[in-house]
């Protein structure tokens, strides 16, 4: 017998409601910044299975979501695994958060689509400066890790990775 998996829309649903009341650092309602990644997935050319976990991506790290209901989800191995890879752990060193990204397929390109939200100029810029620095330069330093190109503003020597 197949295993029936949670369609996207279920999934959106479920990780807009494990979310809601929650903000972001501008104060935002968080979902905003699932469905970001989301259609970030998306548009760079992944499949339903990145996009769940892209909606997922930060469901245990904050708690919204438990280790346990993941485990228990009806949700495929690898939409699991990649939001395992993007869940950071208490204490956890950026080069070993990487690696774990890196080793897990399909993992890169939501990490990629979180950083690229996160790192979104407009975002930022509704941030106090040290604050919005302090994030500019911990973005930066895992898209280095990642080895992922700076976004595109950054290379021209004005975005906010230059210098």
Known sequence: MTETHLTLAEVEHLARTAHAGQTDKAGRPYAEHLAAVAEGVRAGGGDAEQIAAAWLHDAVEDEALSEEWLTAAALSPRTK???????????????????????????????????????????????DGPTRKRLTEKYGRMRALLGLELPRPARDGLGPDAG
């Open 81 to 127: 695994a990649v939001v395992r890879a993007l869940t950071k752990r208490p204490g956890e060193q950026p080069e070993a958060y990487a690696r774990r990204i890196l080793a897990t397929p399909g993992a890169l390109l939501v990490k990629e689509a979180d950083l690229a939200h996160n790192a979104d100029p407009d975002r930022l810029a509704v941030l």
